[in-house]
């Protein structure tokens, strides 16, 4: 199973979204959000890492 960060929007303070897209063998499922926390003065890796984990932990769910 393949996780990818399509995009990450700041909301408010520590609050942001990311759109993300799954994939694992025939099945793909694009257009997934989660809101997670982070912080807004880590660099932009950082804060996709922290997106990616986000992402991880929803499907886990």
Avoid: N, R
Wanted: glycine share 6%.
């Amino acid at each position: 199973m393949t996780i990818t960060i399509t995009g990450i929007s700041h909301q408010s303070g520590a609050v942001f979204t990311a759109q993300f897209t799954v994939s694992g063998g025939s099945i793909t499922h694009s257009d997934l959000a989660v809101e997670f926390q982070s912080d807004a003065s880590k660099s932009f890796t950082d804060v996709q890492a922290d997106a990616l984990s986000a992402a991880t932990a929803a499907l886990q769910s």
